[in-house]
Structure formats: C-alpha cells, structure tokens
Nanobody, 125 residues
Framework: QVQLVESGGGLVQAGGSLRLSCSASGRISWYAMAWFRQAPGKEREFVSAISRGGESTYYADSVKGRFTISRDNAKNTVYLQMNSLISEDTALYYC???????????????????WGQGTQVTVST
C-alpha cells in the first residue's frame, strides 16, 4: 500500500478557489484514486474519483461543475481543483487510493485502501 499525504488546504473566502494535492510514497499507476471529505458532526462523504489512467472521473452532485479531479502518474500525485467554493465545502479533505485492475472505472469502496491524514478546507462567508 502506498502512503498518501494531502496538502493545499486553507482558509478561503466564498467564491474563491483552492487546489488540493495528494502525493503518494510510491507509484500510483495501478491505483484508482479518490477524494472524500468530512465536515464537523457529519459522516465522511465521497467527493470525486478518477480511474487509473485518468480516463474516467466521477463527482458527487454537490461538487459537480465546480471541482475537477486530475492525476499525474509520473509525479505520483492526484489533484482536486476546487472553484466557486461555498461554506458547505468546509471540511477535512482526505485522499484515498486503491489498487484496481480495471483501468476505466473505479471501485465502489476505498475502505481497505490507502488513506491520507487529511487537509482542512475552511470557506468563510
């Protein structure tokens, strides 16, 4: 399992943008990757996922059209570009990865995959 480290979180005004990065300790070319988030008092929720080669991307309805996931396998890094941020986006954002044979889709769960420690995103109004 690779180790994942998130970065790029911070405090931003509503309407602003942030780009999160997830750096892996090893090669991620065989890993489907995803972002999750957990707001205070709420359960962790899916945000976005990307297939091994980047051909397929998936988004929660709440972020569709505002967030973009991407990956650079040569750098073993996954990104989450977040635009038009709103207060409801305030949460601890986690990167997750799972070894996945299918290169064009993503797994249903990352529970037995690798997880980072999270990076805090706070959107002020």
């Amino acid at each position: 399992q690779v180790q994942l480290v998130e970065s790029g979180g911070g405090l931003v005004q509503a309407g602003g943008s942030l780009r999160l990065s997830c750096s892996a300790s090893g090669r991620i070319s065989w890993y489907a990757m995803a972002w999750f988030r957990q707001a205070p008092g709420k359960e962790r929720e899916f945000v976005s996922a990307i297939s091994r080669g980047g051909e397929s991307t998936y988004y929660a309805d709440s972020v569709k059209g505002r967030f973009t996931i991407s990956r650079d396998n040569a750098k073993n890094t996954v990104y989450l570009q977040m635009n038009s941020l709103i207060s409801e986006d305030t949460a601890l954002y986690y990167c997750a990865g799972k070894y996945f044979a299918n290169s064009y889709s993503v797994p249903n769960t990352y529970e037995n995959g690798s997880w980072g420690q999270g990076t805090q995103v706070t959107v002020s109004t």
